[in-house]
Every structure is written in structure tokens, then in C-alpha cells.
């Protein structure tokens, strides 16, 4: 026997497999079985077996040819009975999926943008509707005034308005402090300090004073109707509702909304009164212009410049009311779904109520308001 021969032969318990390679060809004979396959010497693609000499199979045996075969083994001398046996391991085992095909950049990137789309405009889509369901909730109240929920309404009003006095006053406080006192530090550079009055004034009576009024509700009331109006859905007490006949849009959404929409003026006017009083104190002292000289130019600033700012008011409100109960609507049943949407509830509507500003803007520029 030359030295790229080879002739074994074992058995391990009662099963014995002999095998005998030569030169490219292993011939196998016995119990191909899964006692005997350490026996099996490691092969290459392109290797013939001879299984002519193999009296006796077994799954394992059938699974270990089949893998050689797969990676380029030809099998020979194999019996019928053999032969059906690896076609039904074969046919047994799970067809690997196939990996999807990568296309070109650009195309992935037009696919994403593409999906990003549909998924905006179906939410759009489903904040339309409900906006719609709200009005439809509002509609009925109007038919039947005995079944509106006054109580929940007062108590929305307290905790959506009420209770965001303080922070609204203070944010717009220091807003005017900061506004004071920057206007006047570019404008005496061009000896324009008397006009810082007119800055401060338009700037938070037509934009800074509810914007900024807007963004805070957004963050701090729209969190709070998601996570009630989740941990409601999560109790299935909104189920029991609807088992009741009682109506969640007129029960639950629509005290909600219209609690936004009655206060977010007032917390309105509340942040433009403070940011004033910040913008007043903040020109005595770094321009010695007294409170009396400060309400004396403040008279010269139109009327309308406050009328355009709570305009947009009840606006943000519903914009602000509808996104966050329509994410409380959303709440699964665990609480990552919970605190995901309360999440997207907050940056959404931010986002919703800064759009819409902008939107105001361009529209009163193009009116000549």
C-alpha cells in the first residue's frame, strides 16, 4: 500500500464502518450510522464515496453525506433503499432563505424616503380623523348638553391651565429679560435704544409669547393626556366604556381638547403680560428707561400685533389636543408601549406647533398682516 493510501477498519460498540481512501476515492463499507461517522476521514470538493459496500444507514449517516455532497462530493454505488433515504432527509431539512437582493444606493435611498412618506401621510391620515371624531364628539354635545361631561372639563381646565401658570410666567419672564436685554445691547451700537420697546413688544405679542407658551403645554400636557389615556387602555377601562355605551370621544377626548383650546389663550396672554414685565424691567435697568416710558411707547405698538398672536392659539390647541390623545389611543398593552408613544406624543407636537407657526407666518406675510 503506497503512502496516499489508506485502509481502516473499526467499529464502535456494535456498528463498524471500514473505510479505504485512494487517490481522490473513498470506499466505504458497513454501518454508515451515527456511532461510526468519527470514523469518516474530512474531504474536499471534487472527492468521489463509493457507498457500494454500505449495508446499513441511518439519518445521521444520510445528513452527513447530504453535507458532503452540498459542499462538492460526488456520492456512488448508492442503493435504492439508501438512495430514498437521503431524499427524504434531504427533502426534510429547511430551505434556507434566500438573501435579498441589494440593489444601488440611490434606489435603497429612494425606497427609504419613499416609506418614511407613507408612514407620514397615513399618520396625517389618522390625525385627520381624528380631529374629525373630535368635531363629531363636539357636535353631539351641542344635540345633547346633558351628556357633555362638565365635571372633566373643569378638571382638565385646572390641570391644563391652571396648573401650567407658573412655568408659563416664568419661561416668558426671563424671555423678555433676555430679549431686554440683548435688543439693547445691539440697538445702542446704533444709538437705536428707544426702539428696543417696539422689539420686545411685537417679538412676544405676535410670536415668542404664544410660541412659547405652545411648546410648553405641548411637552408638559400632551405626555399627560397620552399616559392617562394609555394607562386607561391598558386597564381596558376604555373597553368597559364602549361595553357601557358610553362614548370615549365624547367621555374622554373631547373634555380634553376643549380644556386646551379654552386655556391655551389665556396661558397666552399670561406668557405675553410676563414676558413684558421681564422685557420692562430688564430696559430700566440697562437703558434707565422707567415703567412709565416703557408703557408710553408700548401704546404706540398696535393692538393687532397681540390680536395675531392669540389667534394662532386655539389652533395649537387642537393641534396639541389631537396628537396627544390620538397617541394615548394608540397604547398597546405593556408599558414600553406607553412610554414610546408618550415619546412621539411630545416631539410630535412640538414639531406640529412650530410647522404651524412658521405657517402663520408666511400667511400673515402674504396678507399684509
Not at 374629525?132 to 381646565?157: E, K, N
Request: contains cysteine.
Amino acid at each position: 500500500m503506497d503512502a496516499d493510501t489508506a485502509a481502516e477498519t473499526g467499529a464502535v460498540g456494535k456498528s463498524g464502518l471500514s473505510v479505504l481512501s485512494r487517490e481522490g476515492c473513498v470506499a466505504l463499507s458497513g454501518e454508515l450510522v451515527v456511532w461510526t461517522l468519527a470514523r469518516l476521514p474530512a474531504t474536499s470538493g471534487g472527492t468521489r464515496i463509493d457507498l457500494a459496500g454500505v449495508t446499513r444507514m441511518d439519518t445521521a449517516g444520510a445528513w452527513e453525506l447530504l453535507q458532503r455532497r452540498a459542499a462538492g462530493c460526488v456520492l456512488t454505488g448508492l442503493g435504492d433503499r439508501h438512495a430514498r433515504l437521503l431524499q427524504a432527509v434531504g427533502d426534510a431539512l429547511p430551505a434556507g432563505q434566500p438573501e435579498p437582493e441589494r440593489g444601488a444606493p440611490w434606489r435603497l435611498m429612494l425606497e427609504a424616503t419613499g416609506r418614511r412618506m407613507v408612514r407620514a401621510l397615513a399618520y396625517l391620515g389618522e390625525l385627520a380623523e381624528y380631529l374629525g371624531r373630535t368635531l363629531a364628539a363636539l357636535g353631539r354635545a351641542l344635540r345633547h348638553p346633558a351628556q357633555f361631561p362638565l365635571t372633566s372639563l373643569t378638571h382638565h381646565c385646572q390641570e391644563t391651565g391652571l396648573r401650567a401658570v407658573p412655568i408659563v410666567a416664568v419661561m416668558s419672564f426671563l424671555v423678555g429679560v433676555v430679549l431686554g436685554f440683548q435688543g439693547a445691547d445691539q440697538l445702542r451700537q446704533f444709538g437705536a435704544e428707544v426702539f428696543v420697546v417696539d422689539l420686545i413688544a411685537i417679538s412676544i405679542l405676535r410670536e415668542l409669547g404664544i410660541l412659547l407658551t405652545a411648546i410648553i403645554v405641548a411637552g408638559r400636557t400632551a405626555s399627560a393626556l397620552t399616559a392617562s389615556l394609555g394607562s386607561m387602555k391598558m386597564r381596558q377601562e376604555i373597553d368597559a366604556m364602549r361595553t357601557l355605551a358610553l362614548d370615549p370621544d365624547l367621555m374622554l377626548v373631547l373634555p380634553r381638547v376643549l380644556a386646551l383650546v379654552l386655556t391655551l389663550p389665556i396661558l397666552g396672554l399670561v406668557s405675553a403680560l410676563s414676558g413684558l414685565l421681564g422685557g420692562a424691567a430688564m430696559t430700566w435697568i440697562e437703558l434707565g428707561q422707567s415703567p412709565a416710558v416703557f408703557l408710553a411707547r408700548l401704546s404706540d405698538v398696535g393692538v393687532a400685533h397681540a390680536v395675531l398672536g392669540l389667534v394662532k392659539a386655539p389652533v395649537f390647541a387642537l393641534i396639541i389636543g389631537v396628537i396627544g390623545c390620538h397617541a394615548g389611543m394608540q397604547v398597546g398593552n405593556d408599558a414600553e408601549s406607553l412610554g414610546r408613544m408618550t415619546s412621539a406624543a411630545v416631539v410630535s407636537a412640538i414639531f406640529a406647533v412650530i410647522i404651524a407657526d412658521a405657517a402663520f407666518s408666511v400667511f400673515f406675510a402674504q396678507v399684509g398682516l
